[in-house]
């Protein structure tokens, strides 16, 4: 599929399991196949898009495809649990699965405890843990891995309201969605959200040249920056350098200075420590710019076209 | 100085120069004297604390001092720069000294750029870097240290509103606190915030046993955990299976069911990605927990307690 | 190219600059063009080879393939300086090229200090950075990348004598070879070492299963495991476990006592510390385990083949 | 106890548990209380060290003082379990003793598998895994920390015949010994090695000023750098970047150049892995430095009077 720059793509997306947890005895170690997890919708290439160039993508709509998701502990998966590269002589962890109901009407997903009584109502909070584009240098990279490209970085940041930019590596950039969270915490400490199929609207344009070293986004308050490394102080490392390059680029501040505004004004919270690399993020508000916008206004230019799809779909 | 238990203390503390960086030429590897650095008030023994036991420290007031604060580089010292533990060929960068207007009336604090005509009002969000017990196992650890008795956990999380709430390891606790930031983003990235002078109110308490592993935040909206250790992901181990262990404890979960339930609703911002040992910090919102309260309401008592005090002062 | 498990292989390799850094005028940043660096010579399938099968690779002879070899400092590349993941506010390090001669007949490289008169002659040591087969889960990665497949583990321990043991994860396997240094010291720490073409020789053998979960390698004096991951603790506790495995099943030790042995007994020198992972190295010296021999005696046989190969060569 | 620079100290030491584990049912977390593990012997005082300069300490002889020496997995220690710094979920590892007999005339020690009837004789190798003298800045950290100070560092290289080169930090230097180790595998990854009380023999002398960053080491052959911190790639990067600093002070080489020579000729084993800090060890063969002697030949006398200490004994 190819589309011009400005087009409004629907798309929908499977869970991170393909679908195949569907209940509480639905173990991931033995419905799913390694390595066909983590499924993603795309590549959808963009006319026009060439390596270094940056590809914007902006969130308008993103919702849960049925009434309920899953969520599961898997074998040496996590962040709490030992894994092949944390290698330890634990016994795996008991892989249990969680099955929510989602109400989309009522903007709620309800968790249920498996071992005791207690339930209770979370607020949806849609988005996608994998956007990306193709790996410069030929690479074939599985979706579970965040990189320079996007991929799994599994932060919230990803939901509506959001443009995401990508430095593009191939001709058409070829964008790729997946893993849908009905919500998730910062860092997804067990190793999986709340795993959702979705229905997604986004809007893809093109910027010449200005390709970022990570994924950059943007809300309506923030600009924000990524880093996928291990460790996760290198996965910091990255987002905050992007954060003091951006700021000091808008701002016009030399280095240290932006280094210093961002040290009193950066907020820095985990996406995951989960995957095969970490993902930090960098946030800073938008009002510290004043009038100055990222990428002459992409953002607000895109928000409106997807309000106004909104409004007349 | 010892109190007791429902004592209300005022105090003043220096900024982490020791009060020496008054200008844009007191560079800080001139003006400071190592390890005279990140001075503390204290310690207040707090009568009956005993080993196990846990010492509650509520913010009432944190209030800057003087009408400036000063932020720095510091050679080998910070997040995106060579240190001596993170040993490299670089030259270090160069030391810059910025000092702040504060308006504490406005409750704002007056970014000037040094190289530029850029400057910039951000709000005042006053905090103490460093607050904490004497540590156990008769170690004297400097105060930069960040470790399972508190320390230089740089967290804007502690603000006024906040109870802190930390392991006894001797007799009387010995709180000591200082490194006041008029704000500070989250990580610390540069290695300053914007240190300032403080006039500090806390009220200090004391729950017998119940010794969190390291020390925990309370905030009318939050209940939050601490993590400080090399690597930055076992900072977040520390601080987010304090999170499981908490949120099943107070909702009597098995661990799995909690593990779950901070997965998909914890916050985990960065402490600091610069000293010693870096910190993460673990959040979940109090609403999760219905009328349950941690340490049988301690932190409602203690925040009516410094309101009652703010009222007739 | 496809050959019988049992087949004599001899094939040349380039350096890893492609053979364009040729005198100390040839900064890699203008010669070599990304991503064309660490050129491998193959694949070369092996018949009957099966996913979850074992390769043997032993290596019968590494002879550096010019008389002159080189090495250079690269921007953003090596352990002691700022790179794309430790990302930091410090200007790149000098780029600096050295040529070595090298004269195998006498077993030696000259380096050359090049901002003083110093030289000195070194040992040759030749070796192989990069070897591996085909990754698992049809991913297609950078060779400059040491994972479970193998790659560039660029530890000094894959010289002449030593056979190395792949998990097989795509029919035939696919074997590779490249990155020839005629000596490099442990840890790789300035990301390039005396890199030189080279005239290699290798018998290639299989064992049906067996797979071990990252690259083992076996010497006439120790059995050795590899772990490639960051931090680089997590690359050390993998290349540990799996000694303890390996120890355990040849010695028929329960894991606790497998662990004690290996903690007394092991040894854990660096691979690398600077590629995208970093790789450590365990070994057990052969005299642990009696007559007891790793794959039926597979190294012994391979190693004989090899010695009357250069007999009647 | 007070001595003059090139006196000759014969110690004992006790092990790390105190001696209070003897026999297979003596788990540590029993019978050993904590914060009292790892005793230390000392501390010596020598007359005229000042701050900034730099304690030689050369190892004359280390006898195991009993014929039995014990090793035991501890909960929540080693490099292949949970910690309480890499937190996980995983209840603790088993806690199980071994008893090794020590043949002290043989040159031997028996480990026995608890768990088959598996036994095997390893050599001695005696070390010290504690040594250091007192922190700076007025911090007294527990025995078990390594860090610029010395403390556990646990390398194996602390064996008879090294000399170790401490930075002074009091006056008087202060230095204590203790953790002796039958044997020890590099990395000691289960937390402990052969844990031995021992006679020990040392000689202590003075050298002004040239206090290195970190312990460094000196054995006949080799030229030894130490680095104890977290991540281990900071360890290694500190031990590395001492390394370029020692060969470039010797040989006269700007850093680049000497960054280059021990890229391909330094050595990179591990000290320890499980400790508070982690340790790494660099290694130049002393062959390279012709003539250049170390801190003006101290190590070659200190070993002299070692030698005429041990034939008129």
């Known amino acids: 599929m190819t589309v011009q720059p400005g087009t409004i793509v629907a798309l929908s997306t499977e869970d991170c399991f393909a679908g195949k947890v569907r209940g509480l005895n639905d173990l991931p170690s033995q419905v799913c196949t390694f390595p066909f997890l983590n499924p993603v919708t795309g590549p959808v290439a963009v006319e026009g898009a060439q390596p270094g160039d940056t590809l914007a993508v902006h969130f308008v709509d993103i919702v849960p495809a049925r009434d309920w998701a899953v969520s599961a502990t898997f074998p040496q998966f996590g962040a709490l649990t030992t894994t092949t590269h944390t290698a330890m002589l634990h016994e795996p962890l008991e892989e249990r699965v969680w099955v929510y109901d989602i109400d989309v009407t009522a903007g709620v997903c309800r968790f249920r405890a498996r071992n005791s009584e207690f339930t209770i109502e979370l607020p949806l909070d849609p988005m996608h843990g994998t956007v990306g584009v193709a790996p410069a240098a030929n690479e074939v990279i599985m979706s ?39 919500r998730q915490g910062e860092g997804e400490v067990c190793g999986t959200a709340v795993e959702a199929a979705m229905n997604t609207v986004v809007v893809v344009d093109l910027i010449k040249g200005c390709a970022p070293p990570s994924p950059r986004l943007e809300s309506d308050d923030f600009l924000i920056t990524t880093g996928s490394a291990r460790p996760l102080e290198d996965a910091y490392r990255m987002s905050q350098l992007d ?45 510290l710019f004043g009038g100055r916008q990222a990428y002459d206004g992409m953002h607000d230019r895109l928000a409106a076209v997807g309000a106004e799809y909104l409004r007349v779909r």
Chains 1, 2, 3, 4 share one sequence.
Do not use: C
């Open 243 to 287: 954060l003091v390059t951006w700021a000091g680029s808008l701002l016009e501040l030399d280095r240290l200075d932006a280094y210093q505004l961002v040290s009193q004004t950066g907020l820095a919270p985990a996406g995951n420590v989960v995957d095969t690399n970490y993902t930090m993020v960098g946030k800073l508000a938008k009002s």
């Open 144 to 182: 579970i891995t965040p990189s320079a490209h996007g991929g799994n970085m599994d932060t919230p940041e990803l939901r509506v309201g959001t443009t995401a930019y990508f430095g593009v590596n191939v001709p058409g950039a070829m964008l790729s969605i997946g893993d849908g969270h009905a």
